[in-house]
T-cell receptor, first 112, second 113 residues
């Protein structure tokens, strides 16, 4: 299973773009990169995922390097509600068995 | 609203009690999961069901017993738990196809006294 490395914590000013890095240097060619976040006392919330192309949705953008060994989650205009722990995960398992292994994540704090 | 509903949200039980956690998903998914989240530790996968059949059991003690009667419902039956079993228990579901993400409920906060 490919492992991920994230900084334990980050701060970002409200209204600015929050850029969260993740290293996954042992990722395999068919493994996806997923991002989730968890706000205190709630379940993890799916944000975005990608294989090798950059992805964007209504919540965030995902930039994956060409060698796929690292990625960056971008929250374009951070708000106080974006304060949470953010998990970068590489998918493991076979078709029909979406087992995700969570690490310790990055605690993002949005500063007013 | 995540589409995955867990009840109860909070549960306090003694070590000799028997209780059950319930999970229901309204997303039409065909795979369901139980995860455990203890304080200051990463999420731990406990059980995986795909098309109502258990496909993964990560060496969970027998005092935890899952049940998946259909693709929309998942239960976790608890008996003779230990205080160290106190944690947030999370249910999730997915489409079960390659690349599809998991959708989580808000969990049951369990305290064993």
């Amino acid at each position: 299973d490919a492992k991920t490395t994230q900084p334990p914590s980050m701060d970002c000013a409200e209204g600015r773009a929050a850029n969260l890095p993740c290293n996954h240097s042992t990722i395999s060619g068919n493994e996806y990169v997923y991002w989730y976040r968890q706000i205190h006392s709630q379940g993890p919330q799916y944000i975005i995922h990608g294989l090798k192309n950059n992805e964007t949705n209504e919540m965030a953008s995902l930039i994956i390097t060409e060698d796929r060994k690292s990625s960056t989650l971008i929250l374009p205009h951070a708000t106080l509600r974006d304060t949470a722990v953010y998990y970068c995960i590489v998918r493991v398992g076979n078709f029909g068995n979406e087992k995700l292994t969570f690490g310790t994540g990055t605690r993002l704090t949005i500063i007013p | 609203e995540t589409g995955v509903t867990q009840t109860p949200r909070h549960l306090v039980m003694g070590m000799t009690n028997k209780k059950s956690l319930k999970c229901e998903q309204h997303l039409g998914h065909n795979a369901m999961y139980w995860y455990k989240q203890s304080a200051k530790k990463p999420l731990e996968l406990m059980f995986v069901y795909s098309l109502e059949e258990r496909v993964e059991n990560n060496s969970v003690p027998s005092r935890f017993s899952p049940e998946c009667p259909n693709s929309s419902h998942l239960f976790l039956h608890l008996h003779t738990l230990q205080p160290e079993d106190s944690a947030l228990y999370l249910c999730a579901s997915s489409q079960g196809q390659g690349g599809s993400p998991l959708h989580f409920g808000n969990g049951t906060r369990l305290t064993v006294t």
